[in-house]
């Protein structure tokens, strides 16, 4: 009987285990997608930002 109550304790622990990899997977999935699409504008915002201060410092 202790054979079955340990092995149904490891089986928890392994589900804990991998319901944290898959968490952890699906919120890298959603970092990963946010910065690809804001990644543009970003970019294009910086761009701005140093054409401006060129054309500040050439004054």
Do not use: P, W
Request: aromatic share 6%; net charge positive; glycine share 8%.
């Amino acid at each position: 009987m202790n054979f079955f109550k340990m092995r149904i304790l490891e089986d928890q622990k392994g589900q804990g285990v991998m319901e944290y990899v898959i968490i952890s997977s699906l919120v890298g999935i959603v970092c990963i997608t946010a910065v690809k699409g804001f990644g543009d504008v970003i970019k294009k915002r910086i761009q701005d930002m140093e054409h401006s201060i060129v054309e500040n410092l050439k004054t």
